[in-house]
């Protein structure tokens, strides 16, 4: 089946230790999203990549960096993780607007990062 | 400003008892709303896409409908297993050909046997 897939599931890092989180997909889809969600609150939008153009958004720290070598791709790098980035870190994927095509974003199964 | 309010945060439900979960939002330029459900520890699951006012859609004991206002999840007959959070996202162009989702803070499902 077709997927989204992000490893690893769960993540222990000291402070201060950069640590890198992976997404791919199957889908096919152009567009891939990474999102911050903390206990009981909204998935928070971190940046996205349209093919390779790169998309921050304004409040996003300069802590977090991505990369997407490829379509299938993209990786989260958080520089410096403080006590205030543990949180579940999701991956989602979508086609563009382009065409009116359905534009519904598919999301990983996340991974849970502990920072000790 | 963009805003999506979901109510009620919490609603605890037995068996067989209906009951509609509410997600009103204010934002410019709407694509669309989207349902999704979220297991603990998971990712969102989608559930439904609502494009304009008036639209309908159905899944299994799920209903969503759409206003110029708001959305409604309408919940036949719960089981256990529909027990999760579920969250309302709608949809507003980025600029070009992307889309941008912006969350709610969901709603806390649990149903009892």
């Known amino acids: 089946d077709a997927m989204v897939i992000q490893n690893p599931r769960y993540q222990v890092t000291q402070f201060g230790k950069p640590v890198t989180l992976s997404c791919s997909q199957t889908l096919n889809h152009n567009v891939m999203y990474w999102y911050q969600q903390k206990s009981s609150q909204a998935p928070k939008l971190l940046f996205h990549y349209y093919d390779k153009d790169f998309n921050n958004e304004a409040d996003t720290p300069d802590n977090f960096q991505s990369r997407r070598p490829n379509t299938s791709f993209c990786f989260l790098d958080i520089r410096s993780p403080g006590l205030g980035d543990a949180a579940m870190y999701l991956c989602a994927t979508s086609r563009d607007w382009r065409g009116r095509s359905s534009y519904e974003q598919y999301f990983g199964p996340g991974t849970r990062l502990t920072v000790t | 400003e963009d805003q999506v309010t979901q109510s009620p945060e919490a609603l605890r439900l037995q068996e067989g008892e209906s009951s509609s979960l509410n997600c009103s939002y204010t934002?410019?330029?709407?694509?669309?709303l989207f349902w999704y459900r979220q297991d603990p520890g998971k990712g969102p699951e989608f559930l439904f896409t609502?494009?304009?006012a008036g639209e309908e859609k159905e899944k299994e004991r799920l209903k969503a409908t759409l206003t110029k206002k708001e959305s409604f999840l309408h919940i036949t007959a719960p089981k256990p297993e529909d027990s999760a959070t579920y969250l309302c996202?709608?949809?507003?162009?980025?600029?070009?050909?992307?889309?941008?989702?912006?969350f709610g803070t969901g709603t806390l499902l649990a149903v009892q046997p």
């Open positions: 609502l494009y304009s």
């Open positions: 934002v410019s330029g709407l694509r669309g």
């Open positions: 996202a709608v949809c507003r162009g980025y600029g070009g050909a992307t889309n941008k989702l912006i």
